[in-house]
Structures are given as C-alpha cells and as structure tokens.
C-alpha cells in the first residue's frame, strides 16, 4: 500500500508541476495574437475572396477570445471550463485551416450554404413545435426566423445548387491531415462537454480505496484534471498557429510565418514533455 502511495503522490507531483508552462503559453498565445495583426495589415495586398476573407477574421477573433479565455481559467484554476473550450477552439482551427487550404471559393461557399441549410431545418422544426405548442408571441418569433432563413434560401438558390456539403467534422479533420489530433484530443474530449462523466466515475471510486490512500487518490484525480487542462490548451493553442501559418502563406508574409513556425516548435516541445511524463507513468503500471 505504500508503494501505491507514494506512486500517487510523484504523479500527482509531475502533473501539478505542468501548470509552471502557463506563463510560456501565456507568452506564446500573446506573440501569436500579435502576428494575427501584421498577417491582416496584408501588405503585399494579396488577393482574398471577400466571404474567405470575413470568415478568416471571425473565426481568428473568435479564436482569439477563446484562448484569452481559457488562459483565464487556467491562472484561476477553473480547470472544468478549459477543457470543452479547447474542444471548441480546435475544430474551429481545423475549419480556418480547411477554409485556408483551397485555393478557390469552394469551401467558403460550403460553410455558407452548411449555414443556410442548417438554420433553414432548425427554424422549420422550431416554427412546427411553436404553432403545435407555443404562445402567440413564440409562434410570431419563429416564424419571422423561419421566414428570413427561407428568403435567403431562395436568394441564394445558385448556391444551393451547385455548391457541395460542408464535410463532417472527421472528414474536415481527415482533410487537414489531423486524424491523430481527432482521435487523441477531439473525440476523446467529447465528455467534457456532454456529461462529465469521466470524472464522475473516476472520482466515484475514490471511497474504494482504503481511507489512508483516499486523500492522495483525491489529489491525484485532480492535478490529472489540471495537467490535461494545460495540455489540452498547450494543443489548441497549436493548431490555432498552423492556421495563422496557412493565413501568413496566403498573404505571402515570410517573416510572420517563421515567426509562428518558431512558436509551433515550442508548443510541440511543451507537448513533448506531457508525453514524456505520460509515457513513464505508465511504464511504471
């Protein structure tokens, strides 16, 4: 039993040693969010298709918001809200990247239409559940929103047509080359967003163990929540700069893309080192 001990303690120990890279994170997010400024002066006046160019910027401030956010919660330690987050703000990275690979409209035209389509069914069922159970008041409201998403539908009927389906988000991660990141970090991640109940079952069984190892069981579980957290933001953090690398390449601005190749390889040496410990925890079960 105390070999089991102390095993929980050095782990426990490593993982809350992760939260010293916060600062370096901190670093890295602030000096990409600086090179995001110069990328958007574009001055070698490169040209951008205009929706291509809207949707590169709101899903780079969006990107923005959400790491400053996540930085936030990571000093606090709210580590709870840093993990759905950072789910969040990587399939929007793989979407900036998706938008950035084409060289054409064609996958700026996907998401415009994936939006017309989508919100036109969701406001039609909204409209049928309001006129079946709502108020006069709810039934008024969807209906001015399902008849504002029909009249862009048919203001955009050409779109509709000719333009292909917004691929699912597997397809959108398979065509960046981001299998691994898919399976590692978005589709394990889902739990966090849908029911924590990962950490319901894990912390369920600390009354298990035997009540002089239930302390350290208990700081273990959550200095593991802590580490992810860090990791977690340490990887989205990450694909957010491959998309700022796809951006600078766009706009034809070498030294903003040195720039962010250089902070790629800090965050892939941060990565490294939850890997490391990972590796060697588990060597040890």
């Not at 600062?23 to 602030?30: K, P």
């Not at 910027?57 to 923005?64: N, V, Y």
């Not at 981001?178 to 029911?195: F, G, P, Q």
Request: aromatic share 12%; charged share 25%.
């Amino acid at each position: 039993m105390e070999n089991l001990k102390i095993e929980f303690e050095e782990t426990a120990t490593k993982n809350w040693k992760h939260l010293a890279q916060i600062s370096q994170l901190e670093d890295i997010f602030f000096s990409a969010k600086m090179i995001l400024e110069k990328i958007r002066t574009n001055k070698y006046r490169a040209s951008i298709f205009t929706q291509k160019n809207i949707q590169i910027t709101i899903i780079t401030d969006a990107l923005c918001d959400m790491h400053q956010t996540m930085l936030f919660s990571l000093k606090e330690g709210l580590f709870y809200s840093v993990s759905p987050l950072a789910r969040i703000s990587l399939e929007h990275a793989i979407n900036l990247i998706y938008i950035l690979d084409d060289d054409t409209s064609q996958r700026t035209n996907q998401l415009s239409r994936n939006y017309i389509e989508t919100t036109y069914k969701k406001s039609e069922l909204w409209f049928q559940h309001e006129k079946e159970f709502g108020t006069t008041e709810e039934i008024f409201a969807s209906k001015k929103k399902f008849d504002f998403i029909k009249f862009v539908k048919n203001s955009n009927a050409s779109l509709m047509k000719k333009c292909s389906n917004w691929p699912n988000t597997f397809e959108r991660f398979k065509q960046c080359g981001a299998v691994k990141a898919y399976r590692t970090i978005y589709a394990m991640n889902s739990d966090s967003v849908h029911c924590l109940s990962e950490d319901m079952f894990n912390f369920g069984t600390i009354s298990k163990y035997p009540a002089q190892l239930q302390k350290c069981v208990l700081d273990y579980l959550k200095s593991q929540n802590a580490s992810l957290s860090v990791y977690l933001f340490c990887q989205t953090l990450r694909f957010f700069c491959f998309g700022l690398q796809k951006y600078s390449l766009l706009v034809k601005n070498d030294e903003c893309n040195a720039n962010l190749n250089r902070l790629c390889k800090e965050l892939s040496y941060i990565s490294e080192i939850h890997n490391i410990d990972l590796f060697e925890d588990l060597i040890k079960k």
